[in-house]
């Protein structure tokens, strides 16, 4: 199992960006596809996690009516838009996979991705 995270960049306060996980080995309907973030110093994070079932997704306070995720099950990708960036969401942002429910607790996902650096600068 692979899950190739990419898109990440540099964006100014208030822009979007998005990321993208490439899956490979897995099909991302057949699991829960959650992406964390970690900043420099804190503890990994859950933002989204599309439930495998039905495609449901759950967000946590901290970004909720600002990140949403989705899934292209025909190229088997996950993608997380984020919009109305702050620089507290600058972190390295890692996609997940876990043959189960939705869950924010990172001890619960088997297969992680590379991470790729998100920066909210002026």
């Known amino acids: 199992v692979q899950l190739q995270a990419s898109g990440g960049g540099l964006v100014q306060p208030g822009g979007s960006l998005s990321v993208t996980c490439t899956a490979s080995?897995?099909?991302?309907?057949?699991?829960?596809m959650a992406w964390f973030r970690q900043a420099p110093g804190k503890e990994r994070e859950g933002v989204s996690c599309?439930?495998?079932?039905?495609?449901?997704?759950f967000y946590p306070d901290s970004v909720k009516g600002r990140f949403y995720a989705s899934r292209d099950v025909a190229v088997n990708t996950v993608t997380l838009q984020m919009n109305s960036l702050k620089p507290e969401d600058t972190a390295v942002y890692y996609c997940?996979?876990?043959?189960?429910?939705?869950?924010?607790?990172?001890?619960?996902?088997?297969?992680w991705g590379q991470g790729t650096l998100v920066t909210v600068s002026s």
């Open positions: 080995g897995l099909t991302v309907d057949r699991y829960a």
């Open positions: 997940a996979a876990l043959r189960g429910l939705c869950s924010f607790s990172s001890e619960d996902y088997r297969y």
């Open positions: 599309i439930s495998r079932r039905d495609g449901s997704d």
